[in-house]
Structures are given as C-alpha cells and as structure tokens.
C-alpha cells in the first residue's frame, strides 16, 4: 500500500520498515553510481528524499527517464537522514516511472514563477509549494468550520444554488437560463448570491444552523477580494440578538484559526518566511487579543478627525471604503474591529431597524489587509415593520410570500453572518490575491478550466 509523504516524516515507527511511496518528482541530482530524487506527493509541503543507486533493478534504463515532473513510485527502507535538512530519507530498491514528463515543454521549472503565470496554467498550479499550501490551509479551515458549527450543535443546511430571489437587493446576479424560449422554471431564474434567506427559514424551525456553499456575483469587480464565484459559510441562531452574532462570528474565527495553526504548521511557516513575513504573529494576535467592538457613528467619528485624507470623504451615511475599513484595523485599533448599527439607507431590507429610526441591527467584522471578512445582522422579525420596508423600498410582497409569512407564525428575534470563504484563506495565508486561494477563479472575462 502506498504511504503518504506527510505519515513517512510523522510516524517515526516507520524507519527501518520497507515502505511504497508514489508521486512526482520536484528535482534530480544525479551522482555517478547513485540518484538523488526529491518527490512530492501533495501531502505536505517539504519534499522527501530518495537514494537510487545503482543496485536497483534497470536503474541504466529508467533514471534516464526521471525528469521534473513525472510521476513515479519507490519502493524503499524508510532510514535516518545523515544530512540535517530532513529527518527520514528513503533507500529505493525498485523504481518505476508512471508517467514520463518532458523537461523542455514542462511549464513549472525550478525558478519563482509569478502568480499571473500560474493562473494561466491553473491544471499544474498546484503542484507548486504555495498553491499546494494554499489548499491544505484550505481543506484545513473547511474542516475547522464544519467542526466549529457541528459541535455547537447547529445543523448544516443546504441551500439552493439557483434562485428567483435577489437576497441582498444589489441586482448583481448571473442568470440562468437554456437554450429554449420559454423560460425552466417559469419565470427567471439566478444563481445565488447568498442563501441566507432559506437559511432563515431553517433556523425559524431548527434553531441553529449554516450553510457553507458557492455563491455568484455579478460584480464588474477587478479588485484582489473580489470574485465571481466565491464560497459563504452563513450560520443562522434563532431566538439570537445582534450581540450574540457578534460574539459567535469572533469565536468563530479565532477557533478556526487556531485549528489551522494545529494542523498546518509547516505550511504557515511557509506563508510566515515566503508570502508574507509577519503572518503567524498577525494570527496570533487575532487569537489572543479580543476584537475592538464600536458602531458606525463611533467609527465615523474616528474617521472624520483622524485627518488621513481619503479617497472617499467621510460623512454620516456614507458606506465605508475598503480605505476607511482597512485604517480602521490596520491604524487605529491595530486589531480586527467589528462595526455595528449601520445606516439603514446602505443596508439590505431585512435587517433589523433599530429604535433611533436611522440605523440598523447590522455588523460587519473587518480585519488587517484584507478588510471586510465577514457581514452579518439581526432579522427584521416584526412583521408590520418588514412589510412597511419593503413597500418603502419597492420588494414585492407577493415575491417574498414566504419570508414575510415567516413573521405571521411564531416569529422570533434571529440573527446571523456570511463569512467569505477566500477572505478567511487570504487572511490566514497572506495572499496578496483572492484569486490565488480558491482552485479555479472566476473573475470578469475569467472562467477558464
Ligand atoms: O456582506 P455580504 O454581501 O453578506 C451577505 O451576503 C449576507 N446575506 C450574509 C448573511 O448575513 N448571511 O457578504 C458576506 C461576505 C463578505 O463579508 C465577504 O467576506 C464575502 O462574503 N464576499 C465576497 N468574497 C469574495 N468575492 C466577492 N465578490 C464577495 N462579496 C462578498
């Protein structure tokens, strides 16, 4: 049976044993009776030794045909490495060639390739040390959120991908459609740009739950934190107030994080020497530290006499820019910063109206380089106060039936977030790109692969 590179350096109980080991070979160093193969198998970032030497069967037919690239099997005595760099290397006694590679056509050479160049061979990306992180600290905070919600109890739904609903009233949506005249699903139909209005609904009768799945945006966006297709994890509480929100999305994320740290230790110091020095201790602190908590108004105030000349002029109602968000943690608080009670002008309509007639029960959780991370808010559960916003805000009745009959049958204060997915990878990561933490990118006039 094959053994995974990651187990051969982890279980020590493997050296002197005679292990299979397959996978692609990173480099050769080839000596004049013996071979040095350095191998990946994915499994963990640092590559695994083997010694081939000539008492190996054909070893004058098949080394020849090593080459960057190709991907072999070894079968060989797990010992001790004399060297110091790794624990374990391998004595091969057989080696096969799988598949040959041709070191002159082969895209991925030795040398630093830019990212812009990876995207564009996005089938062999992950075969470099950093795209391969990438998706193990990937795997690793799916994992840790489904962790995180199951073991509080809360049940994971899931919502539909296509919709006739637009959730958060921006229009920005991809429709659906065939190639016939009349339209599927009677009337037009969308991909989804969050399921948190059917989550509500399942919260309205379990309780707890989330959703974690890909959402689209039709946004004409070319920035480093926006994509086309992009992944939500959406918890949803019932009999839940804005404060409770706020206080599971920052255990949400410091538990992950953390999990993270356990798990991928080897590929964060990776990011933390070769992506971005600094980004252990930025997680460290977001773990340790509690988060700043203020409002809109408190923030704007911040804003307004911080004399830092923006972009954006700051005014009371204003949205905030990614400027305002980003020297909010990054200068002043220095530490991840939930904002709450936001102008219910520049929020969507199912968001709690407070008592002061202006704001709403809305929070957004931003955080150092990247920003906004995660946006959430309590439900307008009141039924006369929904139903008067929608006709303000020109949402039909009739469409939203069943959210408004929601309010009609034992209705209850509910409250819940959207964590963007790649946001939680760059952070943790450092990656300049968003488009560089997800496998295959969507982004204006980009859906190739
Ligand atoms: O703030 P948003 O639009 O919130 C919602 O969709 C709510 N319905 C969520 C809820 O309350 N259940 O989006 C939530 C998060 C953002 O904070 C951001 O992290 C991410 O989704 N996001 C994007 N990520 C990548 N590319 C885009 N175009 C994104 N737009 C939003």
């Known amino acids: 049976m094959r053994i995974k590179i990651r187990t051969i350096k982890e279980d020590h109980g493997l050296v002197g044993q005679e292990i299979t080991v397959k996978g692609w070979v990173r480099t050769i160093r080839a000596q004049k009776n013996f071979t040095f193969i350095e191998m990946n198998d994915g499994s963990t970032l640092s590559n695994l030794q083997i010694i081939v030497d000539a008492s190996v069967p054909e070893y004058a037919q098949t080394t020849p045909l090593l080459a960057t690239g190709a991907s072999i099997s070894i079968v060989g005595k797990v010992v001790e490495s004399p060297g110091g760099k790794q624990h374990v290397e391998i004595q091969a006694s057989q080696l096969e060639i799988i598949g040959t590679c041709d070191p002159e056509s082969y895209p991925l050479q030795k040398k630093r390739h830019s990212f812009e160049f990876l995207r564009s061979i996005a089938h062999l990306r992950p075969r470099t040390n950093t795209m391969g992180a990438v998706m193990r600290v990937r795997n690793a905070l799916a994992f840790a959120t489904h962790r995180f919600f199951q073991s509080r109890g809360f049940c994971y739904i899931h919502t539909p991908i296509i919709t006739l609903s637009d959730c958060e009233g921006g229009g920005k949506m991809f429709q659906v459609g065939t190639n016939e005249k009349i339209p599927f699903f009677g009337k037009e139909a969308y991909l989804t740009v969050s399921g948190q209005l059917n989550g509500e609904i399942y919260a309205c009768a379990l309780s707890d739950i989330y959703t974690f799945g890909p959402t689209f945006r039709a946004e004409n966006s070319h920035t480093s934190r926006h994509l086309a297709e992009f992944w939500m994890i959406e918890p949803e509480m019932a009999f839940a107030d804005l404060k409770d929100d706020m206080d599971l999305a920052e255990n949400y994320l410091k538990t992950i994080f953390l999990e993270v740290f356990n798990s991928c230790g080897e590929d964060m110091e990776f990011f933390d020497q070769f992506v971005k020095p600094g980004t252990i201790k930025r997680l460290e602190n977001v773990i340790k530290e509690p988060f700043q908590r203020l409002s809109y108004s408190e923030a704007i105030t911040i804003l307004h006499n911080c004399g830092k000349p923006f972009e954006f002029p700051i005014t009371w109602g204003c949205d ?35 008592e002061d007639g202006k704001t709403v029960a809305a929070m957004d959780v931003l955080v150092p380089e990247v920003g906004e991370i995660i946006g959430g808010s309590q439900r307008e559960e009141r039924l006369d106060v929904l139903v008067e916003k929608m006709d303000r805000m020109g949402l039909s009745r ?11 049958y034992g209705s209850v204060p509910h409250a819940g977030f959207g964590a963007g997915f790649e946001r939680l990878v760059q ?18 006039g980009h859906a190739d692969f």
Not at 324 to 346: G, M, N, T, W
Not at 398 to 408: D, F, G, M, S, T
Not at 435 to 444: E, K
């Open 320 to 354: 905030l820019q990614s400027e305002h968000e980003r020297y909010l943690c990054e200068e002043h608080f220095k530490k991840p910063v939930i904002v709450y009670d936001y102008p219910a002008s520049i929020k969507a309509f199912y968001m709690r109206a407070n």
């Open 398 to 408: 009739e469409h939203y039936w069943w959210y408004v009959e929601l309010r009609k």
């Open 427 to 444: 952070f943790v990561t450092g990656m300049e790109n968003i488009r560089d933490v997800i496998p295959f990118p969507r982004y204006p």
